[in-house]
């Protein structure tokens, strides 16, 4: 199913799902029925994980607006022990 969007006079712009290669060049308006023209937009795409596209949003939001901080972020809780025992090798700090 397809997105197809119709701009009334009246009423303004709504959305038909439809199958594909199926849209009518005009469509009766579902709020006061009058006749609508399909209006051609660029395809939804879909985006992909909703958590890349939030630490992208915020990249580029940061990007004009920088986000000020006065130190490092709090330390939460005790320091987390890894219990690999490949991890024990590492030299410590």
Same mark, same amino acid.
């Given at each position: 199913?397809?997105?197809?969007?119709?701009?009334?006079?009246?009423?303004?712009?709504?959305?038909?799902?439809?199958?594909?290669?199926?849209?009518?060049?005009?469509?009766?308006?579902?709020?006061?029925?009058?006749?609508?023209? #399909?209006?051609?937009?660029?395809?939804?795409?879909?985006?992909?994980?909703?958590?890349?596209?939030?630490?992208?949003?915020?990249?580029? #939001?940061?990007?004009?607006?920088?986000?000020?901080?006065?130190?490092?972020?709090?330390?939460?809780?005790?320091?987390?022990?890894? #219990?690999?025992?490949?991890?024990?090798?590492?030299? #410590?700090?």
């Amino acid at each position: 199913m397809v997105t197809y969007s119709y701009r009334c006079r009246e009423c303004g712009d709504f959305d038909v799902r439809a199958p594909m290669g199926e849209a009518a060049p005009r469509r009766s308006c579902p709020r006061c029925g009058a006749s609508a023209a #399909r209006r051609f937009t660029v395809p939804l795409v879909r985006r992909g994980d909703p958590a890349v596209w939030r630490a992208v949003e915020s990249t580029e #939001r940061s990007a004009e607006q920088p986000d000020v901080v006065s130190g490092p972020p709090p330390v939460s809780g005790a320091a987390r022990v890894s #219990r690999d025992p490949r991890h024990a090798r590492l030299p #410590r700090p």
